[in-house]
């Protein structure tokens, strides 16, 4: 496959041999865990997508496939699968630390994406208040709930929450034989603390509340990130 092709660059990993799917969500330590089921086991996702998926993202102006870089649990029906024979792991975090750290890779792990240099001039603030009000192409914009949120609840699903990454990801580690120490780190961020408003975290909590109910996420004191 070229690198042309319209269909690369999905953030889904998909293993058949070990009947696996790893829904990436952005900022969320996924590049990490991805990247440690890409050195042990083959990524089938391009290989299975339907064939009418394929043609329709082919035909597709450049740049401008059907599919989002990184996709959700809805769109497991473009893969020629069946999602009940496979675990489905997904990454998560809290929701103000995912902010802060989408805010430094934008400003200083990514110099070319499109926001950097006004990232860099507005600050976190009024960057995190853009990405959650003003309707934009950034899928990192997107709440984690949107990745993982489904019509009917899938029985076979974990959560690797990056703040216990050592314990949850380990029924994902122990499917393809790996101990957590070969896990990378990649893509991190570094977080440098950052001054919050109560305003803007409490937008940010509004835009995660599904996460924050799911996972425990308690900002009820005020602390920062």
């Given at each position: 496959?070229?690198?042309?092709?319209?269909?690369?660059?999905?953030?889904?990993?998909?293993?058949?041999?070990?009947?696996?799917i790893f829904v990436h969500v952005p900022k969320t330590a996924g590049t990490s865990i991805r990247t440690a089921l890409k050195n042990s086991v083959a990524d089938d996702a391009h290989n299975l997508l339907l064939p009418d998926v394929r043609r329709r993202l082919r035909e597709a102006r450049p740049g401008l496939g059907?599919?989002?870089?990184?996709?959700?649990?809805?769109?497991?029906?473009?893969?020629?699968?069946?999602?009940?024979?496979?675990?489905?792991?997904?990454?998560?975090?809290?929701?103000?630390?995912?902010?802060?750290?989408?805010?430094?890779?934008?400003?200083?792990?990514?110099?070319?994406?499109?926001?950097?240099?006004?990232?860099?001039?507005?600050?976190?603030?009024?960057?995190?208040?853009?990405?959650?009000?003003?309707?934009?192409?950034?899928?990192?914009?997107?709440?984690?709930?949107?990745?993982?949120?489904?019509?009917?609840?899938?029985?076979?699903?974990?959560?690797?929450?990056?703040?216990?990454?050592?314990?949850?990801?380990?029924?994902?580690?122990?499917?393809?034989?790996?101990?957590?120490?070969?896990?990378?780190?990649?893509?991190?961020?570094?977080?440098?603390?950052?001054?919050?408003?109560?305003?803007?975290?409490?937008?940010?909590?509004?835009?995660?509340?599904?996460?924050?109910?799911?996972?425990?996420?308690?900002?009820?004191?005020?602390?920062?990130?």
């Amino acid at each position: 496959m070229n690198s042309s092709d319209t269909t690369a660059g999905l953030n889904m990993f998909i293993s058949y041999e070990k009947k696996i799917i790893f829904v990436h969500v952005p900022k969320t330590a996924g590049t990490s865990i991805r990247t440690a089921l890409k050195n042990s086991v083959a990524d089938d996702a391009h290989n299975l997508l339907l064939p009418d998926v394929r043609r329709r993202l082919r035909e597709a102006r450049p740049g401008l496939g059907l599919v989002p870089p990184h996709l959700s649990i809805k769109h497991l029906n473009f893969f020629d699968i069946d999602v009940e024979d496979f675990d489905v792991f997904v990454s998560v975090r809290d929701p103000v630390e995912r902010f802060v750290s989408l805010f430094n890779y934008i400003t200083k792990n990514n110099t070319q994406h499109a926001l950097h240099q006004e990232a860099k001039r507005a600050g976190f603030e009024k960057t995190a208040e853009y990405l959650i009000r003003v309707q934009n192409e950034y899928p990192e914009r997107l709440p984690q709930h949107w990745f993982y949120q489904t019509n009917s609840f899938l029985e076979n699903s974990h959560f690797i929450r990056t703040e216990r990454i050592e314990n949850d990801i380990k029924p994902l580690l122990k499917k393809i034989g790996l101990n957590p120490e070969s896990l990378p780190h990649e893509n991190s961020s570094q977080n440098s603390p950052i001054k919050i408003s109560e305003r803007i975290r409490n937008l940010i909590l509004d835009h995660e509340n599904v996460t924050c109910r799911l996972f425990g996420y308690d900002y009820s004191a005020p602390k920062t990130a």
